[in-house]
């Protein structure tokens, strides 16, 4: 199974700052990666796929990149509506998928 | 627009049974792949099982392989997870998810249900 390594796992940031998370493969999965977005209490949300497609209607000061095994995913501008748990999720290998450990950001 | 709407959830014994269903709406449930993915409390999210847009092909993660048996019901726009022989690591929202790509499985979730709760507990 392809492991992912998601970091960090949790991080606190200010309104306005930019921010990224960080997610390694375990081996090459090109550009076979999508990101989500869990607030608390409610379903993830896609947000990116294939590495870097911004889904629609996703603003876009989320964004990201990476192909093989380094990845990443920013957040321009931090705002206060960004609080959640961000998941990095391959879809090279199947099955199974994996899904990163997920990464929980806070506002400080 | 699309709405995945989970039930069945609740309280099991270990060993016990549960059926899950997911009813679908504002898509053509017929012609995509469909996923239940699961999260136990406070945990991360797991890949469970994925059912063809025909239901000719399942696939499931090698943790519920022979326990847990998707299925679906394209006249009635329903998806569906059989849990038999249940252990206390089963405890875990169920979410399903429709796969992004028309008459494929690309592992793409593009949409979710809001969950349901399943606990094993004796």
């Known amino acids: 199974d392809i492991q992912m390594t998601q970091s960090p796992a949790s991080l606190s940031a200010s309104v306005g700052d930019r921010v990224t998370i960080t997610c390694q493969a375990s081996?090459?999965?090109?550009?076979?990666l999508n990101w989500y977005q869990q607030k608390p209490g409610k379903a993830p949300k896609l947000l990116i796929s294939?590495?870097?497609t911004l889904e629609a209607g996703v603003p876009s000061r989320f964004s990201g990149g990476g192909s093989g095994t380094d990845f990443t995913f920013t957040i321009h501008y931090l705002q206060p509506e960004d609080i959640a748990t961000y998941f990095c999720?391959?879809?090279?290998?199947?099955?199974?998928?994996?899904f990163g450990q997920g990464t929980r950001l806070e506002i400080k | 627009q699309v709405q995945l709407v989970e039930s069945g959830g609740g309280v099991v014994q270990p060993w016990g049974s549960l059926r899950l269903s997911c009813a679908a709406s504002g898509f053509t449930f017929s012609d995509f792949g469909m996923h239940w993915v699961r999260q136990a409390p406070g945990k991360g999210l797991e890949w469970v099982a994925v059912i063809s847009y025909d239901g000719n092909r399942k696939i499931y993660a090698d943790s519920v392989k022979g326990r847990l048996t998707i299925s679906r019901d394209n006249s009635r726009n329903t998806l569906y997870l059989e849990m038999d022989s249940l252990r206390l690591e089963d405890t875990a929202v169920y979410y399903c998810a429709k796969d992004r790509v028309r008459r494929s499985s690309w592992f793409i979730f593009d949409h979710w249900g809001q969950g349901a709760l399943v606990t094993v507990s004796s």
């Open positions: 081996q090459g999965i090109s550009n076979y």
């Open positions: 294939g590495a870097s």
């Open positions: 999720q391959q879809y090279n290998a199947l099955p199974p998928i994996t």
